[in-house]
């Protein structure tokens, strides 16, 4: 009888040990249904239509279906469109108009805003309250201001006898001013977060810069900066992926114009697709589009980590 209790005893501790091995390892399985819905979407929406895009590229297609396959034809005519080419220089002037000003600016507000106070916390609210109006919203105040002989511009520079700068008709200028426009619409991201990195600096870091008697400018080169880089890197790319795909503010302030001068590559994508509706050319210019995002997003994010390694 005891012989059958010790090896009850002994079996019970063995199937115990393996219910705690179990039970140790099922939650980590459970905890995978936490992101499903996130990866069931990001498939569905992202992966799925971005390996699409790429066989669609590759086919002659329209409306009504993908026709026959004609391999890399839709990027040699894409890249003998000398609109693409420039719309491409367009998108890329753009960037290089808005991605540093909104970072620095983006900064300079963050430094400045960075009090406990009330006034401070309206300011924030203020700047950042641009960030929540819709494109349309956007190019119709700006257009209010732009608009020739009748825009809040034209109207100051007509108190001083003066005439004002033709930002929806220059072709030097088209560009120009849908770049302030975006600025002013998006200016309240990066001040965000610039502020919430600043707020995780310590404190006792300044202090002790103040008793050192360190002036702002060093204790902005010295401690300030390193200890935001990476959220200034993070800045840069956001801002690299949001502003290559610039469509809204060219599409309502200018129409591309004058000249397809303000014309970027979504607003491209658009007209070939679903203006012509060749969408082999649209999808191929497309997949261009992201290559070049990638890219730039990634040598932005290289070279930040390089200076910061040598740093």
């Not at 669609?56 to 329209?62: I, R, V």
């Not at 309250?129 to 201001?145: D, Q």
């Not at 809040?152 to 220059?170: E, K, Q, R």
Request: proline share 4%; glycine share 6%; charged share 15%.
């Amino acid at each position: 009888m005891a012989d059958v209790t010790l090896s009850q005893v002994r079996s019970a501790t063995r199937a115990g040990t393996r219910n705690k091995v179990q039970n140790i390892n099922a939650p980590l399985w459970r905890n995978a249904l936490f992101v499903a819905p996130y990866l069931f979407f990001f498939v569905t929406l992202l992966v799925i239509p971005l390996f699409w895009g790429m066989w669609l590229s590759l086919h002659k297609a329209d409306a009504f279906g993908t026709g026959r396959f004609v391999g890399i034809d839709n990027y040699v005519r894409l890249f003998r469109d000398k609109i693409f080419l420039q719309v491409v220089g367009n998108t890329f002037y753009f960037v290089f108009l808005t991605v540093p000003a909104l970072a620095i600016l983006g900064l300079m507000l963050a430094l400045a805003l960075n009090r406990k106070t009330k006034m401070a916390a309206i300011l924030r609210t203020i700047y950042f309250s641009s960030s929540v109006l819709s494109v349309t919203i956007v190019t119709l105040i700006w257009r209010i201001v732009f608009i020739g002989n009748f825009g809040l511009l034209a109207t100051i520079y007509g108190w001083f006898g003066a005439t004002s700068p033709a930002f929806l008709s220059d072709p030097s200028l088209a560009m120009i001013g849908i770049a302030i426009a975006t600025i002013w619409w998006c200016i309240g991201l990066p001040m965000m977060l610039f502020l919430s990195a600043l707020q995780q600096v310590p404190a006792e870091i300044y202090e002790a810069a103040a008793l050192d008697n360190a002036s702002r400018w060093r204790t902005l080169r010295y401690i300030t900066l390193p200890s935001i880089r990476r959220t200034f890197v993070l800045v840069l790319i956001i801002q690299v992926v949001l502003q290559f795909q610039l469509f809204g503010q060219s599409k309502l302030m200018t129409l591309g114009g004058p000249n397809n001068v303000s014309k970027p590559i979504v607003f491209y994508i658009y007209e070939a697709a679903f203006t012509k509706w060749d969408l082999g050319l649209g999808a191929a210019a497309s997949e261009v589009l992201f290559l070049l995002i990638l890219i730039a997003a990634m040598a932005q994010y290289f070279i930040s980590r390089r200076k910061g390694e040598e740093g």
